[in-house]
Nanobody, 121 residues
């Protein structure tokens, strides 16, 4: 069983930056791909970024490509999401998840509780 705890959310002005962290415990962290997803009010949860277990392979949603960077530190059992040039449309609850290397949220086995990111215009 893997437990995930996100942190780093908050309120930021458009154009600003935030770094989200997701600390994992239980299981073998490097054995899981890690994903970040987000859900805005009234919308479905959507894929943001994912990173392979080794950290060597990443993939991003088109809406965040070039602005967000996903990384992981397997020694610290932590995955990060560096978010730059934030836009109001990035406002959502952000979730990290552990599972197979996929864009599909339904395939992920473990989820954190989420952290709110609010971008003001």
């Amino acid at each position: 069983q893997v437990q995930l705890v996100e942190s780093g959310g908050g309120l930021v002005q458009a154009g600003g930056s935030l770094r989200l962290s997701c600390a994992a415990s239980g299981g073998t962290f490097s054995g899981y791909s890690m994903g970040w997803f987000r859900q805005a009010p009234g919308k479905e949860r959507e894929f943001v970024a994912r990173v392979s277990g080794s950290g060597l392979t990443t993939r991003y949603a088109d809406s965040v490509k070039g602005r967000f960077i996903i990384s992981r530190d397997n020694a610290k059992n932590t995955v990060y999401l560096q978010m730059n040039s934030l836009k109001p449309e990035d406002t959502a609850v952000y979730y990290c998840a552990a599972g197979p290397y996929s864009d599909d949220a339904r395939r992920y086995n473990y989820w954190g509780q989420g952290t709110q990111v609010t971008v003001s215009s």
